[in-house]
Each structure stands twice: as C-alpha cells, then as structure tokens.
C-alpha cells in the first residue's frame, strides 16, 4: 500500500483576547491615549488634518507636480527644494487647507455647467461671499508681487 505524500498537520488555534484583558490594557495606557487624543484635536483645530486629507486625497497630482517642478530645475534642484521646505514650514497650514477645500469645491459646482453670461458674473459681483474671495485673491496676489521684488 502506498504511503501519503503530503502530511497533513493540526493548526493550533489562534489565541483569543480576553475582553477583560483588553480593558486592563487600555486603562493601563489611558494616559498615552488621552495625549493622543490631544494632538489629534490640535490637528483638527488648526486645519492640519484637512490639509492633510486634501493631500492625501490628491497625493499622485502633487507628487506629479513635484516631479516636474524638480525635473525642470535640473541642477539647481537642490537648493530650490530646501528653499520650497522653507517657503512650507512658514505657510499657513489653515489657510492653505481653506484655499485646497475652496478650490476643490468651486471646481466641483462649476464642473459641467455653461459658463455664465457677463452680466451673471456682474451680478455675482454684488454676493458678499464673492467680494471676500476677491479680496483674499487680491491679498495674494499683493503677496506674489511683493515677494518678486526680493
């Protein structure tokens, strides 16, 4: 009579966790958890956390506008990326995520729509939210000329 060729072995179960156990395990670490808990809410307050979905939701456009922008300064790249890390870490995180959800959602309403007429875009003209979202383009834009100056 022929012998098996493949043995067959009894896997061992898995071990379960005690519900007990876990709640000692989180009690014992309820401190750690809480300052977790902290950092995460001045994450949320200060719009880091919606800058950061906003990048990770878009992460390939910015990886791909990163590359070009490294591939276009060829040997300088260097020194122009240090000089972007430094222009980053003055940016105004809140802003920025304000400007990315901003940009998102206008992009998003105007999508497949007919483009309005001049007198449409005059009228628009009157909306306070409109007048705000010009006057923090021209803020910008004051910004850009100032900063070519140096």
Request: net charge negative.
């Amino acid at each position: 009579m022929a012998k098996p060729t493949a043995r067959v072995e009894r896997k061992a179960e898995e071990p379960t966790l005690d519900l007990d156990t876990l709640v000692k395990q989180f009690v014992s670490r309820q401190e750690a958890f809480n300052e977790f808990m902290d950092v995460i809410q001045l994450l949320h307050e200060r719009g880091i956390l919606s800058a950061l979905k906003a990048a990770l939701e878009r992460y390939e456009d910015l990886l791909g506008v990163l590359a070009d922008w490294l591939n276009s300064m060829g040997t300088q790249s260097p020194a122009n990326l240090l000089e972007l890390v430094n222009t980053l870490t003055k940016a105004n995180i809140r802003g920025l995520s304000s400007i990315i959800s901003a940009a998102s959602k206008g992009a998003a309403t105007s999508g497949n729509k007919q483009p309005p007429s001049l007198e449409g875009l005059l009228k628009s003209l009157e909306e306070d939210d409109v007048k705000r979202g010009l006057w923090v383009v021209i803020q910008v834009l004051r910004e850009i000329g100032s900063s070519s100056l140096e």
